[in-house]
């Protein structure tokens, strides 16, 4: 099965979500970490969201989960009019943060509680896409 591209979704990232979505890029999902918290920010902040302590530390997490939920986009919006139908999906990560993510299996092959790794990006034009899984 061949993962698929989908269009850049984020072209303005904050600051803070640069070294999330440069992770994405080499394959790589990359999660803030709060050191006094002891726990995973998500989304990607430049501070804590339950402490408030700046951020310093980022984790890489293997980029393996399950699909907690998902929907069929049929007609995707913009750009990604041309990739629809395709699957939405919330994807329960093994270490605990629950992402929102697309999928790139069709629809007709995905179901909640499928396990999922995170798909590299075969486009090289660098843009920040939005993390993508494939079925394992
Ligand atoms: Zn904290």
Redesign the pocket.
């Known amino acids: 099965m061949t993962p698929r591209d989908f269009p850049a979704t984020d072209p303005q990232a904050q600051p803070e979500e640069v070294p999330f979505y440069e992770g994405l890029l080499v394959g790589e999902f990359r999660v803030p970490w ?1 050191s ?2 002891q ?1 995973f920010v998500w989304r990607p902040k430049s501070h ?1 969201t ?2 408030y ?1 700046a951020i310093s530390d980022w984790r890489v997490l293997p980029g393996t989960g399950e699909i907690y939920s998902y929907c069929v986009v049929a007609k995707g919006d913009g750009a990604f009019a041309s990739v629809a139908p395709y699957v939405l999906a919330w994807v329960a990560l093994d270490e605990g943060p629950t992402v929102l993510a697309n999928i790139a299996d069709g629809p007709d092959l995905v179901q909640i509680g499928y396990r999922v790794r995170l798909s590299v990006p075969t486009c090289d034009d660098r843009a920040f896409r939005g993390p993508v899984f494939m079925l394992s």
Request: glycine share 0%.
């Open positions: 709060c006094r918290c726990t804590c339950a402490c302590d």
